[in-house]
């Protein structure tokens, strides 16, 4: 009994100086954490502003635009979003792309990455390197041949012109291609030996497996379409057809009328951020819980 209370005890306080030390002033890691806090607010003031500016007067804006508190409250800019512009078909229109989209990254991303990691055949490694080198090609430099294929194709100015040139990316095949690749080949071989096909295989085997890359392509997928801007303006012309994207643009330009109108262009910016927003928050969360127990297994 004797023995055993003092070497507990110095554990406990071990444990608690090193804690106290990492979050002292004066160490490295307090250092660094008070570094990372100085950088985070930095990145997220901006958007603080953005909101804050959204419930101020159009005067209260010009004067004070940096200003996070505002002193008169007022949702007017909100108001005539959705009273004097396109804003809900603005909004139905990306979240039909972006729906589109995010499906379809997820099974033909899936199933190329899957193709290059496991199927053997001719020329997979110049696939490869074609697929690398499609990622370094910036993306203005696709346009004008992207608006050429849609046109000839006779998809220009529809959902089919907005939606299928965006169905598969190199990044997501490039993250399903070595997220396969870390996975036993004897899981897919004990399949095989069971009669299942490749197709099977893939699709009721490895798939799942493959979880945390699924929605890391979920997330970027989401981000990415719903975000779009370039490729919407060469492949619509149609007002029935504007996203968010091209439709905040043209506030920004002054579409409605004249002057600033800072609360109403930021109004819609805001609204605009909160569907990523909350799709980053739910998968992260799915990400680090399928981590967390593939870790622990």
Known sequence: MSATAPTSAPRASGRGTAWRDR????SGSGGMYLLLAVLALIYIYPFLVQVATS???????????????????????????????DFPTWAANSFIVT??????RVFFNSLAGYALARLDFRGRGLVFALLVAVMAVPGVV???????????????????????????DATGVFIMKNFFESIPRSVEEQAKIDGASTFRTFWSIVLPMATPALM???????????????????STQSPQLTTLTKGVAQLASGQLSQGSQY???LAAAALMTVPVMIVFLIFQRRIMNVSSGAVKG
């Open 23 to 26: 979050l002292r002033p004066g």
């Open 55 to 85: 419930f101020k007067t159009d005067a209260e804006a010009a004067q004070s635009p940096l200003s996070l508190v505002p002193s008169s409250w007022t949702v007017t800019a909100y108001v005539r979003l959705f009273a004097h512009s």
């Open 99 to 104: 729906v589109i989209v995010t499906l379809g």
């Open 142 to 168: 696709l346009l004008i041949p992207r608006f050429l294929v849609i046109n000839s194709l006779g998809i220009y100015d529809s959902y089919a012109g907005m939606a299928l040139p965006l169905l598969a």
């Open 216 to 234: 890391t392509i979920v997330i970027l997928s989401f981000q990415g379409s719903w975000n779009e801007l370039n490729h919407f303006i060469v």
């Open 263 to 265: 609360p109403l262009k």
